[in-house]
């Protein structure tokens, strides 16, 4: 079914948009979209983090100055919110990014437009806030990476994420089952004109993916040289262990996204709510993190926030946002995942970010 032009009245919370989403999205894309890599255990896993973690109502807390504004490497963020990059959003919608980050500007969320996005990285800047990010994959080319890397800059993009976590595709045993394939009028147009990865030759017997495939993944070597090459803020997504955090740092990244692409990589990899807490940890205060992963609802959020996270980013959710009511949907579902947030916040007592940042969230071990 095409967008609606009006919120539907099954939709009453961020999460109807997933549960909604089947009517407007035909079922081998909603596999392709709802998918993970292989038996989705890592999209299971980052669900079912927050069932076992709850918050504790807290009483006769002053919350009337209370708002949810954080500072995010210098950005000024009204909310915690922001939209993730995710490929190719005419799959759903034929107005692509250019309709979603019209709705995210006017919710004051901050955008990563994705490589692989629908429109070129230019078009989306005309249509976005000033608040965007551009997330960059490695080109096998390091003048394309470099073209790439000055075309963000000068459209005005105010970071480079650059994701490290997808170095091989790996296929979806859901997609396949479905037969989905990606239609004609989604091809990465920011791309056109590079030099596309090859496949290298291997000798007989040698591994295709370990000496084929993994001979040409980004390197630190690479990581560093990228970071050298801008003023802009170099963020890491796809950061999974406290080890690789450390590093990145070390390395000049200005922040990292704790990600593990939303269960489309490495089929088995921990919920990214388990991992955060000891990330958090070995980076101490100072060092930003943006968290991904399963965020469905206000109480997600605030679940982040308190195990370590400045900020959060939404990934399918937007898309099924978007399918549903095109821009004005995905400014409703940011508006539900705002107020279900000030819902939280109010009822644990917490005025600010900072507030939740302090507060310990209740195990529930035995949680079924
Ligand atoms: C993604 N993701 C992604 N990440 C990235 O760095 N570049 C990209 O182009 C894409 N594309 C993409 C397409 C689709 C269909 C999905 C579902 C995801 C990963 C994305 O940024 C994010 O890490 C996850 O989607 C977060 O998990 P949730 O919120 O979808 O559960």
Redesign the pocket.
């Known amino acids: 079914m095409p967008a609606l032009n009006h919120i539907p009245p099954e939709i009453r919370c961020a999460l109807d948009y997933e549960t909604q989403a089947p009517r407007f999205i035909a079922a081998p894309t909603l596999a ?3 998918g993970g890599s292989g038996h989705d255990r890592s ?1 299971v896993a ?2 079912a983090a927050y069932a076992r973690w709850a918050i504790t109502p807290r009483l006769l807390r002053d919350v009337s100055a209370g708002n949810t504004g954080v500072t995010l490497a210098g950005m000024n963020m009204a909310h915690p919110l922001m939209l ?5 959003h005419n ?1 759903v919608h034929p107005g692509g990014e250019r309709e979603t980050v019209r709705a995210a500007a006017a919710m004051d969320c901050p955008v ?1 437009a ?4 629908s429109c070129t990285l230019e078009q989306l800047a005309q249509s976005a806030g000033p608040q965007r990010w551009f ?1 960059m ?1 490695l080109q096998p080319q390091r003048a394309d990476t470099l073209d790439l890397l000055r075309r963000a800059e000068a459209a005005g993009y105010g970071a480079i ?1 650059l ?1 490290l976590d ?1 170095p091989i595709q790996v296929a979806s045993l859901r997609t396949l089952a479905a037969q989905f394939q990606l239609p004609p009028q989604c091809v990465p147009v920011n791309l056109a004109g590079y030099t596309a990865a090859q496949e290298p030759a291997v000798a007989a017997g040698a591994s295709r993916i370990l000496q084929g495939l993994m001979a040409a993944a980004p390197s630190w070597d690479e990581l560093r040289w990228l970071v050298g090459q801008t003023r802009l803020p170099v963020w890491a ?2 950061v999974m262990h406290a080890d690789d955090a450390l590093a990145l740092r070390a390395a000049g990244v200005a922040g990292i ?1 704790v ?6 990589s490495l089929d088995g990899a921990p919920a990214t709510l388990d991992v955060l807490p000891a990330i958090r940890a070995a980076l101490g205060t100072d060092m930003p993190i943006v968290f ?5 609802s206000g109480s997600d959020v605030f679940k982040a926030l308190a195990l370590g996270a400045d900020a959060v ?5 937007q ?1 099924y946002a978007l399918a549903v009511a095109g821009a004005l949907g995905v400014a409703h579902m940011l508006k539900l995942l705002r107020e279900e947030l000030e819902i939280c916040m109010a009822l644990a007592g917490c005025a600010s970010i900072e507030d939740i940042r302090a507060t310990a969230l209740f195990h529930q071990r035995d949680h079924h």
């Open positions: 392709y979209i709802e999209v980052n669900r993730g990059p995710v490929a190719f799959l990563i994705s490589t692989q996005s997330q994959y994420v994701t997808a997504k796809g996204i990600s593990n692409h939303g269960g489309r991904d992963g399963g965020i469905r980013a939404i990934g399918r959710l898309l």
